[in-house]
């Protein structure tokens, strides 16, 4: 008997759902396809009718295939009681019932794509995933969105080093199921075809091409023989890749000059009903770097951690030599350094510029080296709420480009392959701040403040 019903509450759903399977994204992870193949009838009774296949823009991200709708209204109740925003509803009744927007009212909140990630079938489809990819084809890599301090939970689905879509991972203590619009489709730079990809040293005539493996023990060389450093540490950077670079940088010069770097911070926290919200503070690690440069002893008189004004003061310091800049934004357009920024750095012999894309500040550097996005690094971030959650590489990056941590290993002069959980072990049994991070962390990470307050 509960077969029986199971199979006709399917039947019901598939009166009215057009059979686009071979043509809709949702094919391969559809919940209706899965719920009928386990409980359906293998034979249809109602008459096939043909289906006019209706698609409408919903908001600028997101378009509706009205008739694979199965009316489950998931959307709606995200519209209203999560984003807060509420433009969309159900128009018309009974059997005549469609999702849809209040006219002159879009979906276009900054957590629209989520309505696309609830949707039992195809009937909301995601624009910048639409039609790019089969799901069968995509390998899913556990990951941490670096658009802003929230450090959301999140999958990168990628295949053959390309990134398609980002969607949510689910964790109760940092963003539940969410994820904003602005992470969502915030991957583009990776393929962007103006990043950095060589490693160049500046000659008479310009940059010129140097192998990674001379860069190792060159550029050693050249910040040594320059004298006096500093170094700003990313907060792009992962916990292990910032100890491993201030490691580097103490064993060139013993008291080079460690900050925090640059901290884009675009308006203030925005807050929405469903308890989820989207930083301000537009890098993922600022928190851990601020715990590693601590490590070091790089903490002024007042206690707190020298960040990028404090760099820019030292670069312009008569003793001050050298500078070895890790930057790492996504920006194309170089804009996070503007001249007048980067004119800070031009009375030194050497300054050192890792990044993902030229700016004025690279176009100053003596060496320019590439940076490795979000998704080709592996390592731990912690949020602005002193969670750290570790996460995996996703996709290789572009040919010649070294991810930091490797870079940094080798000038440490470890043998071997850069391992990001030996680095991170170590770090944990050296450092009180960091205990947590010893062993396997969970999925969702760890509360770093909580670990320091529990009893021994």
């Given at each position: 008997?509960?077969?029986?019903?199971?199979a006709r509450v399917e039947e019901a759903l598939?009166?009215?759902?057009?059979?686009?399977?071979?043509?809709?994204?949702?094919?391969?992870?559809?919940?209706?396809?899965?719920?009928?193949?386990?409980?359906?009838?293998?034979?249809?009774?109602?008459?096939?009718?043909?289906?006019?296949?209706?698609?409408?823009?919903?908001?600028?991200?997101?378009?509706?295939?009205?008739?694979?709708?199965?009316?489950?209204?998931?959307?709606?109740?995200?519209?209203?009681?999560?984003?807060?925003?509420?433009?969309?509803?159900?128009?018309?009744?009974?059997?005549?019932?469609?999702?849809?927007?209040?006219?002159?009212?879009?979906?276009?909140?900054?957590?629209?794509?989520?309505?696309?990630?609830?949707?039992?079938?195809?009937?909301?489809?995601?624009?910048?995933?639409?039609?790019?990819?089969?799901?069968?084809?995509?390998?899913?890599?556990?990951?941490?969105?670096?658009?802003?301090?929230?450090?959301?939970?999140?999958?990168?689905?990628?295949?053959?080093?390309?990134?398609?879509?980002?969607?949510?991972?689910?964790?109760?203590?940092?963003?539940?199921?969410?994820?904003?619009?602005?992470?969502?489709?915030?991957?583009?730079?990776?393929?962007?075809?103006?990043?950095?990809?060589?490693?160049?040293?500046?000659?008479?005539?310009?940059?010129?091409?140097?192998?990674?493996?001379?860069?190792?023990?060159?550029?050693?060389?050249?910040?040594?023989?320059?004298?006096?450093?500093?170094?700003?540490?990313?907060?792009?950077?992962?916990?292990?890749?910032?100890?491993?670079?201030?490691?580097?940088?103490?064993?060139?010069?013993?008291?080079?000059?460690?900050?925090?770097?640059?901290?884009?911070?675009?308006?203030?926290?925005?807050?929405?009903?469903?308890?989820?919200?989207?930083?301000?503070?537009?890098?993922?690690?600022?928190?851990?770097?601020?715990?590693?440069?601590?490590?070091?002893?790089?903490?002024?008189?007042?206690?707190?951690?020298?960040?990028?004004?404090?760099?820019?003061?030292?670069?312009?310091?008569?003793?001050?030599?050298?500078?070895?800049?890790?930057?790492?934004?996504?920006?194309?357009?170089?804009?996070?350094?503007?001249?007048?920024?980067?004119?800070?750095?031009?009375?030194?012999?050497?300054?050192?510029?890792?990044?993902?894309?030229?700016?004025?500040?690279?176009?100053?550097?003596?060496?320019?080296?590439?940076?490795?996005?979000?998704a080709e690094r592996a390592g731990t971030w912690?949020?602005?709420?002193?969670?750290?959650?570790?996460?995996?590489?996703?996709?290789?990056?572009?040919?010649?480009?070294?991810?930091?941590?490797?870079?940094?290993?080798?000038?440490?002069?470890?043998?071997?392959?850069?391992?990001?959980?030996?680095?991170?072990?170590?770090?944990?049994?050296?450092?009180?701040?960091?205990?947590?991070?010893?062993?396997?962390?969970?999925?969702?990470?760890?509360?770093?403040?909580?670990?320091?307050?529990?009893?021994?």
């Open positions: 008997m509960v077969r029986d019903s199971r598939l009166i009215d759902h057009p059979i686009d399977c071979p043509i809709c994204d949702k094919a391969g992870e559809c919940l209706l396809q899965d719920y009928h193949f386990e409980h359906g009838q293998s034979e249809r009774r109602a008459d096939i009718h043909a289906f006019t296949s209706r698609r409408r823009d919903v908001g600028p991200t997101v378009t509706l295939f009205v008739d694979r709708c199965i009316m489950c209204t998931r959307c709606v109740r995200f519209t209203r009681e999560v984003s807060g925003t509420a433009e969309l509803m159900v128009s018309a009744r009974g059997a005549k019932e469609e999702i849809d927007t209040f006219p002159g009212f879009p979906l276009e909140n900054k957590l629209a794509g989520n309505v696309v990630d609830l949707c039992p079938v195809g009937a909301l489809g995601d624009k910048d995933f639409l039609y790019q990819q089969r799901v069968w084809f995509l390998k899913k890599s556990t990951n941490v969105c670096g658009g802003c301090s929230a450090g959301c939970s999140i999958v990168t689905e990628h295949n053959q080093d390309t990134v398609y879509r980002l969607k949510p991972r689910e964790n109760p203590h940092v963003n539940k199921w969410w994820i904003c619009d602005e992470g969502r489709y915030g991957w583009h730079h990776l393929h962007d075809p103006s990043r950095l990809v060589e490693a160049g040293r500046r000659e008479a005539d310009g940059f010129t091409a140097i192998e990674w493996a001379d860069v190792v023990t060159q550029l050693r060389d050249d910040l040594k023989a320059a004298g006096r450093l500093a170094v700003a540490v990313s907060p792009q950077l992962t916990v292990e890749e910032a100890w491993m670079l201030c490691a580097v940088a103490r064993s060139i010069d013993p008291e080079a000059f460690l900050a925090v770097g640059h901290v884009p911070t675009i308006g203030d926290d925005e807050s929405f009903p469903g308890g989820f919200t989207i930083r301000g503070e537009k890098v993922p690690n600022r928190i851990g770097v601020e715990t590693v440069l601590g490590l070091f002893g790089a903490v002024a008189e007042d206690g707190t951690v020298p960040g990028w004004n404090e760099l820019l003061e030292q670069a312009q310091k008569d003793d001050v030599k050298a500078a070895w800049v890790t930057a790492g934004y996504p920006t194309p357009d170089g804009s996070w350094c503007d001249e007048q920024t980067a004119a800070a750095f031009d009375g030194l012999d050497c300054l050192v510029v890792q990044d993902l894309f030229d700016s004025p500040l690279s176009a100053r550097a003596h060496w320019r080296l590439p940076a490795a996005g979000f912690v949020n602005c709420g002193h969670h750290a959650q570790s996460f995996e590489q996703a996709i290789r990056p572009p040919a010649g480009v070294w991810p930091e941590g490797r870079l940094f290993w080798n000038m440490l002069g470890r043998q071997g392959l850069y391992d990001p959980s030996g680095v991170r072990q170590q770090i944990a049994e050296n450092s009180a701040a960091f205990a947590a991070l010893a062993g396997d962390l969970p999925a969702t990470g760890v509360d770093l403040r909580l670990q320091q307050l529990a009893p021994n």
